[in-house]
């Protein structure tokens, strides 16, 4: 089992940067795939971005492409989210997840683990 934390939500401007992090403990960090998900109020779920357990392997959703930037530290256990441009489409509640899966995924309901979220909110 492993257990998440986010960190790194906030309030921005349109057009700011954040940096989200997810630590991770439990059972060995780089067994597992990661991601990245979003929910905003009254809105479903959102793949956002994913990377496989080395690295190797990012996969982004289309409304992100581009802005964002995921990446691991399996030396430190923690993923990262770099959000670049960020725009009001973006507020929403952040969260991470983890896989026992090989290769990224951007369906929610291939992660076993899942953290309880950051939330950013972006003011035009």
């Known amino acids: 089992q492993v257990q998440l934390v986010e960190s790194g939500g906030g309030l921005v401007q349109a057009g700011g940067s954040l940096r989200l992090s997810c630590a991770a403990s439990g059972r060995t960090f780089s067994s597992y795939a990661m991601g990245w998900f979003r929910q905003a109020p009254g809105k479903n779920r959102e793949f956002v971005a994913a990377?496989?357990?080395?690295?190797?392997?990012?996969y982004y959703g289309d409304s992100v492409k581009g802005r964002f930037t995921i990446s691991r530290d399996n030396a430190k256990n923690t993923m990262y989210l770099r959000m670049n441009i960020l725009n009001p489409e973006d507020t929403a509640v952040y969260s991470c997840?983890?896989?026992?899966?090989?290769?990224?995924?951007?369906?929610?309901?291939?992660?076993?683990?899942w953290g309880q979220g950051t939330q950013v909110t972006v003011s035009s």
């Open positions: 997840a983890a896989a026992t899966l090989r290769l990224v995924s951007t369906r929610p309901e291939q992660y076993d683990y």
């Open positions: 990377i496989s357990r080395g690295g190797a392997s990012t």
